[in-house]
């Protein structure tokens, strides 16, 4: 996964071995945050209820998705075939979004609801 990564231009090496990550946090407390969403309507939303749009800034792809002890790194923004974006990008974190995983088998890409389930954290690191 960590190769994976790097070959996507994301460095990950200095961050290997820092789990287990502390509770929910920014950026003032640690070189990166961590971000509980959970599916709801085909979307992901924090505990507050906020959608998690995709973005430079905030999250994209190239970060970690975490559910306990599997872990992916989104992939793609996809949207519903049907949709007006028919499977393009919607700047929007949903299940149609592929993550990158190795989980069980071997490196594959696959729909995050597919590999990760319905609830999951977001990890975002400071600089790559």
Known sequence: MIS?????????????????????????????YRKNVYLNDDIFNTEEGETIVLNKIIYDKGDILLNNDRV???????????SEQGSGPNKILDRYDLILECNYHSLQITTIEQSLGDAIQLIRWKNY
């Open 72 to 82: 992916g790194i989104l992939n793609e923004d996809c949207s519903p075939i049907n």
């Open 4 to 32: 994976a990564a790097e070959m996507s231009g994301i460095k990950l090496w200095n961050y290997l071995d820092k789990l287990p990550l502390p509770e929910l946090n920014f950026y003032d407390i640690t070189e990166y």
